[in-house]
Nanobody, 120 residues
């Protein structure tokens, strides 16, 4: 079964840190660009960060730049999102997406999400 599984969410105080993981099973992430999205209650899903298949290209939303770091470990088939200096407005469900478009066509997979709550 092809799936992505996020983990690492939880409750943290403002200023704290969490590291989210996105692990793939049933396929390898080597050729996939990986993105993290988040969705807060009553709001649209927004892109947070993404990393290219070779790990050299990264993107961060303005709201998280300088606080979040995306990385990937292809040997572990896992992508990480290190989140530092968390703010209450970072509270959301966080989802990872793996996407590739090559000679085999477009493939895209989503995880089930992990909840991040930033509150004192």
């Amino acid at each position: 079964q092809l799936q992505l599984v996020e983990s690492g969410g939880g409750l943290v105080q403002p200023g704290g840190s969490l590291r989210l993981s996105c692990a793939a099973s049933g396929f390898t992430l080597d050729d996939y660009a990986i993105s993290w999205f988040r969705q807060a209650p009553g709001k649209e899903r927004e892109g947070v960060s993404c990393i290219g298949s070779n790990g050299k290209l990264t993107y961060y939303a303005h709201s998280v730049k300088g606080r979040f770091t995306i990385s990937r470990d292809n040997a572990k088939n896992t992508v990480y999102l290190q989140m530092n200096n968390l703010k209450p407005e970072d509270t959301a469900s966080y989802y990872c997406n793996a996407r590739v478009n090559n000679e085999l066509g477009l493939r895209s997979y989503w995880g089930q999400g992990t909840q991040v709550t930033v509150s004192s």
